[in-house]
């Protein structure tokens, strides 16, 4: 094959013929793969968690991970045999890589990052500094406000947004998007559906997009290519239980804070006078625009994030603010799955020590008793046994979110807090961990207090919440995420 073909014709863009792929024990992980995108077009890759959709980026892109070996294919680029060498991909690529948060330097503001890729390729100072500015306001991002901020500083959409201005800053004959819409609220998600558009528009580059939201898909890409089939949840062998040794939950909430009011890092008011109850059982969601302070709510909950004024009761008793002050049960009755868990992580420790650590030290497991334990979180969030003996960098961002949440629950949380935990999961996929937390709010009185921006996630809840104007108000309509 010569090149991506239109009409029977050749033209220039990117093809892969028989793409093979293998892990660390020889098995594919991607195998045979075929496909093609010409200049002016908008290929997506769709398929459950762990298809294999970051693997055929990463592979083309000449960086897979340690662990994983390209043992076959073909990859062309403009109808020429495509050595993806760094200095091409400094040339000719953009990426937005699924952790956004991680992804960007923590020592750079949000128009450093931006800037990078431009200073890379040389333009003069003037002119990359206004396209940066530029392409920070087209991400609906106010320079003002924006460009001076450190990572630490940005919401998760935030980020996500930033990491995409400085993906297309140099115009790149290549742009490579791995999930880049899953933190975005509705209205920032148009803002990036729009700016991939207009690219599409110029017919002049090509662009890769991994995506499970199929409205993103349907509205962009001109071919799709589905890798995998949806996995099948395995039944645990015994029950997953959540709050069992928390002790006995009192009538009313699990969960009280009143008067709670937070400030982002730079000192400024983010939140004022809020006040959150959640009963046991009870599944309520919180929603709201990028950067309202929503992910800030539950870290500060969870006592990783400065509280100006306010209180909390947990099970009953008062709740210290930093985790350092928590008790060991005030530490096993309050569990936080982060909207970033590749940084949660640890990339040196395999995903059973992940899992062991709080078996061990919050419920008090011994060795075999934690390693079976944890052996039965995987199969309870639909992952083979094999996912104990991987480390975080060899497992898809889909499969990263669910090790995050066996890990939550591995300490039999009265309350979990979830950051967006559906967001790198298929649809199928997201279905089935939603329904392993109604089991668990209806057999073990487990309580989620939840920030999506997807509304399934929302019309599950009992009740939903929304962050307007640094207050929180109370929607009975659990299906209105806008």
């Not at 109808?79 to 956004?100: C, E, F, K, M, S």
């Not at 949840?233 to 009280?256: E, H, I, N, Q, Y």
């Not at 209180?311 to 009953?316: D, I, K, S």
Request: aromatic share 2%; hydrophobic share 45%; charged share 25%.
């Amino acid at each position: 094959m010569s090149g991506p073909a239109v009409n029977g014709r050749a033209v220039d863009g990117l093809t892969v013929s028989g793409l093979t792929v293998t892990g660390p024990d020889g098995t594919p992980v991607v195998r045979d793969l075929g496909l093609s995108a010409a200049r002016g077009e908008v290929l997506a890759l769709t398929g459950p968690s762990g298809a294999g959709k970051t693997t055929v980026l990463r592979a083309v892109l000449g960086e897979l991970p340690p662990g994983l070996t390209r043992v076959a294919g073909r990859i062309e680029w403009d109808r020429a045999r495509l050595h993806a060498t760094r200095r091409w991909r400094r040339r000719h690529v953009g990426y937005l890589g699924q952790d956004p948060s991680s992804a960007l330097h923590p020592l750079l503001t949000a128009r450093a990052a931006v800037l990078e890729p431009l200073r890379a390729l040389g333009w003069p100072r003037p002119a990359r500094l206004a396209r940066a500015e530029r392409m920070l306001t087209e991400a609906g991002l106010d320079p003002a406000e924006f460009a001076d901020r450190l990572p630490h500083q940005l919401s998760g959409g935030q980020a996500q947004r930033v990491a995409l201005a400085r993906a297309l800053a140099a115009d790149p004959d290549l742009l490579v998007l791995d999930e880049p819409t899953s933190a975005l609220d509705p209205a920032a998600l148009e803002t990036a559906v729009t700016l991939i558009r207009r690219r599409r528009a110029e017919g002049r580059s090509v662009t890769l997009i991994v995506s499970h939201d199929d409205s993103v898909v349907i509205g962009l890409a001109d071919r799709v290519v589905r890798l995998g089939a949806l996995p099948a949840f395995p039944a645990p062998t015994s029950p997953v239980t959540a709050g069992g040794a928390c002790g006995t939950r009192p009538a009313d909430a699990v969960l009280a804070v009143g008067g709670l009011s937070l400030d982002r890092p730079d000192g400024a008011p983010l939140l004022s006078g809020v006040q959150v109850t959640i009963a046991p059982g009870e599944f309520v969601a919180v929603l709201g625009p990028s950067g309202c302070g929503k992910s800030t709510l539950l870290r500060a909950l969870a006592g990783l994030h400065p509280v100006r004024a306010g209180g909390a009761t947990l099970l009953g008793e008062p709740l210290p603010w930093p985790v350092r002050d928590r008790s060991v049960r005030a530490l096993r009755a309050l569990a936080l799955v982060g909207q970033d868990p590749l940084a949660a992580l640890n990339p040196a420790r395999p995903v059973s020590a992940a899992l062991r650590r709080p078996l061990r030290l919050l419920r008090g497991l011994g060795r075999a008793a934690a390693t079976t334990e944890a052996d039965r979180l995987l199969a309870a969030v639909g992952l083979p046994a094999d996912t104990a003996h991987r480390y975080p960098a060899a497992l898809s961002g889909g499969q990263r979110q669910r090790v995050a949440l066996a890990r939550a629950l591995a300490a039999d949380p009265a309350v979990l807090l979830a950051d967006e935990i559906t967001a790198a999961l298929d649809t199928g996929t997201a279905e089935r961990v939603l329904d392993l937390l109604d089991r668990l709010r209806r057999d073990t009185a487990l309580a989620v207090l939840a920030v999506t921006h997807d509304k399934t996630v929302a019309a599950r809840a009992d009740r939903v919440l929304r962050i307007d104007h640094s207050m929180i108000n109370e929607r009975r309509k659990t299906t209105d995420v806008r």
